[in-house]
């Protein structure tokens, strides 16, 4: 990338007047409601998808007061049943999925593209009222008769269990539609809408993050939405299709399952990487180490995260060269994985490390995530997995990657950005406060959980055998310091919103184009397509303490940049 | 290798009772080593960058992007010789464990809602896994509802049962005890006390239990008891003391009139039970709508059993045979 032959933009200027922003542009509860403007609409999620894991998180405590006991404490194993279902379901469908790309996505792709907004603004608000929609139903559903067959569905248990699946797994359909059009408008919009000089090779690393979600998110939701539909019709219409009393095959329900499923986890993962990129960069106010390898290493994973879905099956009862050839797939998966984690230790080095809350966020993902991905060693290996499968040991590995890797980059990714999307600065010793907590209260929860799979707790009891009794206490004393941390969080940031000072137009020193719109950004974003450079290039960004925020001064090219 | 001893229990595994146990303890602690070195390696790293490079005054650091080819393909590469092994290890174990050997003591495992029942040669069945030390045994499970998981731990051994199809699994105890053995996929609403006792014994211990299993009680009630507790694993679901588990308790209901879910009542005599232990549907009690949850036992009770649990069910507390 020596060629580059445009001047970074020079952002010394500031605007001359203040035109306002997107939250002072108009007013009244219908300028929300019918807003096709991308920020307003990324905000809206981010408060939807907020509320949904409020709604997990208290579920998920209310699993780990019931466990603290051998015997459980005051949950039936029924309202046991119900709880899990409703946490996993509510955290991964309301949640996680739409976390990063709906919240994050939707705010910040179309600023740091330099374009105006998405490139269907009212496929984006259908797709936001869809996740409404479908969120009301799926609750509603899953609420009012107690679903309890997981957030998996299992056949033929889900076809014959009491509760409203049907519903349900509606629910679940009309999820998968706002997720599509969520994927495709971003699509659409980062191939058609970069502004002169942003080269796919000048893109920020989110966009690739978010770009390869896209395609998972286009390509492996409609199978989810297939499968729920073959559900629907055994259940109603009675036609033999995963229920073996009407000839049908249960396991081929698993197969489809996780045929969405399992790319699913990349749907949550790759952005959190992607935040991660950003934010180990502009942290350590240096260049990303091995940019491309990074973006390629997106792509990779998105692609061979569609051929490890046996992964979930190893005990179900495939075919020996079947399930020995998805163990083989899913190492591949591993190596990209890897590759980041080193890279970005190589953003760090030699850098200019400054430990602000979303640092401190991206450095514990780096710690959460490297236990995720090295404990889903012993999973992928066949003989191993075999002790291992459906123990804690796989509810602590997932909770490692889904909860310490993207809700912690997810926070940091907040954190990051909350300057720019309200346009208030947080106070950063609580803020670093809350990811310390975070970070010990998380380990606290799930480290214990290990153990407990190892010797052999298998999930989803109600009840256990008095040995697993500690390691089950320390675990819900961890998820009670987790819970605390995250209050300490959303304190932090509410009271920012309302106290908070003014934030500066670059309050870290990022190089990307959204610190180069004022914060908050104004309604257009940007008066006309900005003309960009290298988006880790931060060659002459200096802080300035009479706005309290960045600038960029002219600097001497010297060349060789890269 | 002496980093892996063999100790009968460690901080991360239960007892090593069968043939796989000591590979994949083994395996799992190698795997466990070689990513604590790469844990320790990343953290260090971290921590060296946190500190050394942390903004201070009067310090800058580079703001030039590194870029190593020698590095990312060192660090791309061992990764993936590593994961070649750790991939290669694993099938090696795992086709050991799906390889069945042709001489096993072969048990039938029959999973339901929410109970495990095993049967021998000579068709003796019973809620318990009984095995003879150092010989291998085959499982032939299947289930009658839905899907369910044998799960030994002690034997480090775990396979889905598909309702529908037989799937078989085997494995050699190599330790005399008593061991636990769970359901480890969910299965509904009492999944988590779908547990069996497992015994590995010597071979003439075995033998000797085997045979007593084989002659029926010289008591009906107990027989009946027995069938109640163990051998049909009715306790499941059904009480003694009152109170509702899945089903109706048995306590005080013989000889009187019950209500039925389609209204009316009938009385709880020999042909009620008879019918609905064959057929469970025909006739459910009030506030079991349904009674979907309960399996036909139809060909699985012979006429001689069925007396035996009338026996016990006129009086489920006392024996009253049995003179104080």
């Known amino acids: 990338m020596s060629t580059i032959t445009t001047k970074p933009l020079d952002i010394t200027a500031p605007a001359a007047h203040e035109p306002g922003n997107f939250l002072t542009h108009s007013s009244g509860f219908l300028s929300w409601a019918l807003t096709l403007d991308h920020k307003r609409i990324g905000l809206m999620y981010l408060t939807g998808v907020m509320s949904s894991f409020l709604l997990g998180g208290i579920l998920a405590l209310m699993i780990r007061v019931h466990l603290f006991q051998p015997a459980g404490t005051f949950l039936s194993p029924q309202q046991y049943n119900q709880v899990f279902t409703l946490h996993g379901a509510v955290m991964v469908f309301l949640f996680i999925i739409p976390s990063i790309p709906a919240a994050l996505g939707n705010f910040l792709l179309p600023v740091m593209l330099g374009a105006k907004d998405v490139a269907f603004p009212r496929l984006n608000l259908c797709s936001f009222y869809l996740w409404v929609g479908g969120a009301i139903f799926f609750l509603v559903a899953l609420l009012v008769t107690g679903l309890d067959t997981g957030w998996t569905f299992y056949t033929p248990y889900s076809l014959e269990s009491k509760g409203p699946v049907v519903l349900a797994t509606l629910g679940v359909f009309i999820l998968g539609f706002s997720s599509i059009f969520t994927g495709l408008n971003f699509i659409v919009t980062i191939n058609t809408m970069r502004p002169p000089g942003m080269t796919w090779f000048r893109m920020p690393l989110f966009l690739w993050a978010t770009y390869s979600t896209a395609i998972i998110q286009v390509l492996a939701t409609p199978v989810l939405g297939i499968t729920v539909l073959l559900l629907t019709a055994e259940r109603v219409l009675g036609i033999g299709i995963f229920d073996p009393k009407l000839n049908g095959d249960p396991v081929t329900f698993q197969h489809f399952f996780w045929f969405y499923s399992h790319p699913a986890v990349y749907i949550m993962i790759l952005p959190a990487m992607g935040i991660i990129s950003e934010l180990m960069s502009v942290h350590s106010h240096k260049g990303i180490f091995g940019y491309r390898l990074i973006a390629y290493s997106s792509v990779a994973i998105a692609l061979f995260g569609f051929l490890v879905w046996g992964h979930h099956m190893f005990t179900s009862g495939m075919a020996n060269v079947t399930t020995i050839v998805f163990s083989a797939l899913t190492f591949s998966v591993s190596i990209p994985s890897a590759i980041k984690v080193f890279n970005w230790l190589g953003t760090m080095y030699q850098g200019t490390v400054v430990l602000t809350a979303p640092m401190l966020y991206a450095l514990a993902f780096i710690f959460l995530f490297t236990i995720g991905g090295l404990t889903g060693l012993p999973l992928g290996a066949l003989s191993t997995d075999r002790h291992l499968h459906d123990t804690y040991f796989v509810v602590a590995h997932f909770h490692y990657v889904m909860m310490g890797g993207t809700l912690v980059a997810f926070l940091g990714g907040i954190f990051h950005w909350w300057p720019k999307m309200v346009g208030k600065m947080y106070n950063e010793f609580f803020g670093q406060v809350s990811a310390t907590i975070v970070f010990l209260g998380f380990n606290l929860t799930f480290l214990p959980q290990f153990v407990l799979g190892t010797r052999g707790m298998p999930r989803r009891y109600a009840s256990y055998l008095p040995e697993f009794e500690h390691l089950h206490q320390m675990s819900t004393y961890g998820a009670f310091l987790l819970g605390a941390g995250l209050l300490v969080a959303g304190l932090v940031l509410l009271h920012s919103a309302i106290y908070g000072r003014k934030a500066p137009t670059n309050p870290w020193g990022g190089a990307t184009l959204e610190w180069v719109c004022s914060s908050p950004p104004p309604h257009d974003n940007f008066a006309k397509p900005p003309v960009v450079g290298d988006p880790y290039d931060f060659r002459g960004i200096e802080y300035d303490p009479k706005i309290g925020g960045y600038v960029r001064r002219p600097f001497e090219d010297k060349g060789g940049h890269h | ?324």
Not at chain 2, 253 to 266: C, H, M, R, Y
């Open chain 2, 1 to 324: 290798m002496f980093l892996f001893a063999d100790k009968p229990a460690t901080f991360w595994f239960p007892e090593q009772a069968s043939t796989f146990a000591k590979e994949v303890d083994w395996f799992y602690m190698a795997m466990l080593y070689i990513s604590l070195f790469f844990f320790v390696l990343i953290v260090a790293a971290m921590v060296y960058s946190m500190i050394a490079f942390r903004g201070r005054p009067g310090y800058k650091g580079s703001v030039e992007a590194l870029h190593n080819n020698w590095l990312e393909f060192w660090w791309t590469f061992i990764p993936c010789v590593i994961a070649v092994w750790i991939f290669a290890r694993g099938v090696y174990g795992y086709l050991d464990q799906m390889t069945i050997p042709v001489d096993t003591n072969d048990v039938e495992v029959r999973a339901q809602k929410w109970a495990w029942s095993f049967t021998y040669p000579g068709g003796v069945t019973t809620n318990e896994l009984h095995l003879v030390v150092d010989k291998p045994a085959k499982m032939i499970m299947r289930s009658d509802d839905v899907l369910h998981a044998l799960f030994i731990p002690v034997f480090r051994v775990k396979s889905d049962i598909v309702p529908g199809r037989y799937t078989n699994m085997w494995f050699e105890p190599t330790l005399e005890g008593k061991y636990d053995l769970f359901c480890a996929e969910y299965c509904g609403d009492k999944h988590s006390v779908m547990h069996a006792d497992v015994y590995v014994e010597s071979q003439k211990t075995y033998d000797a239990w085997l045979a007593k299993e084989m002659l029926p009680p010289s008591d009906p009630w107990e027989w009946g008891k027995k069938q109640y507790e163990k051998s049909k694993g009715c306790i499941a679901c059904h009480s003694i003391d009152g109170k509702k588990v899945v089903g109706p308790s048995f306590l005080d209901s013989w000889g009187k009139d019950v209500e039925l879910a389609t209204g009316g009542t009938v009385k709880f005599d020999e042909n009620y039970l008879r019918e609905s232990v064959l057929n469970p549907q025909a006739k459910a009690r009030k506030g079991f709508e349904t009674a979907a949850l309960m399996p036909s036992y139809q060909g699985r009770l012979k006429e001689e059993e069925i007396s035996a649990l009338i026996e016990f069910m006129k009086n489920v507390k006392n024996n009253p045979n049995k003179k104080e």
